[in-house]
């Protein structure tokens, strides 16, 4: 690893585990329990994604850190859809017991990423969900959308294999990453309906701003120049 990547990498991984320092456990009902608990379950998936990447980056294997951002994303973005505005059916098949007719059953009944996110939007204009986590979903697979090349080996995992990869674009994709896991903290921080733990981690991420996402000028910028 260069300094440069060091000194964020450090950083980042501090930031990381003050998100979740004062995580506590989430308090549920018996009519939400399922709920809860799916939410919960692809809440750890992402995390498990986000920490995969930063291991990954560390040991310069940057084409399946850049893949797993992908898998993050939807992660997150399915954990909110759960969690806010999925129907009750689809949670309980969620829960059945698992063979390849009800895995197939389920998965053939999951929305698309674009039907989730349509169903997100109605959500906002309800009042069910907050306007500022679908937006930053939303702006999140837009600004993304190049990882599919990553994911199916396109030419654009190709070139950077064969030519090698910035690891100021690697900086960038880690702080893409630590923007998904803020949400994830942020979206169980309103399962505890808890507003200083609310406070607390948008502190957090104003005392960790160069570890959250910025332009590849910035992170040349805050970590390669004295």
């Not at 709920?35 to 940057?62: K, P, Q």
């Not at 399915?78 to 009800?102: C, F, P, R």
Request: aromatic share 10%; proline share 3%; charged share 25%.
């Amino acid at each position: 690893m260069d300094t440069g990547f060091k000194k964020f990498y450090a950083k980042s991984l501090e930031f990381r585990e003050a998100l979740h320092r004062k995580i506590k456990e989430v308090p549920y009902t018996e009519k939400t329990e399922k709920r809860i608990l799916e939410a919960l379950t692809l809440l750890d998936i992402a995390t498990e994604h986000g920490e995969s990447i930063h291991l990954l980056a560390a040991n310069n294997f940057y084409i399946s850190a850049t893949s797993l951002l992908r898998l993050q994303y939807e992660a997150t973005l399915k954990a909110a859809w759960i969690y806010w505005v999925a129907k009750d059916h689809i949670i309980d098949k969620w829960h059945q017991s698992l063979n390849e007719t009800n895995i197939k059953r389920v998965d053939n009944s999951t929305p698309t990423l674009t039907e989730i996110l349509q169903e997100l939007s109605i959500g906002v204009e309800k009042g069910i969900v907050p306007n500022k986590a679908f937006t930053l979903l939303k702006e999140f697979r837009q600004q993304n959308k190049m990882s599919n090349s990553y994911v199916h080996s396109s030419m654009l995992a190709f070139s950077r294999k064969k030519e090698g990869y910035p690891t100021g674009s690697m900086i960038q994709i880690m702080q893409n990453s630590n923007g998904l896991e803020a949400l994830c903290c942020m979206l169980v921080g309103d399962m505890m309906r808890d507003g200083k733990i609310m406070q607390y981690l948008l502190n957090i991420q104003l005392l960790y701003l160069d570890c959250l996402p910025m332009q590849l000028p910035d992170i040349i910028n805050t970590f390669y120049k004295n």
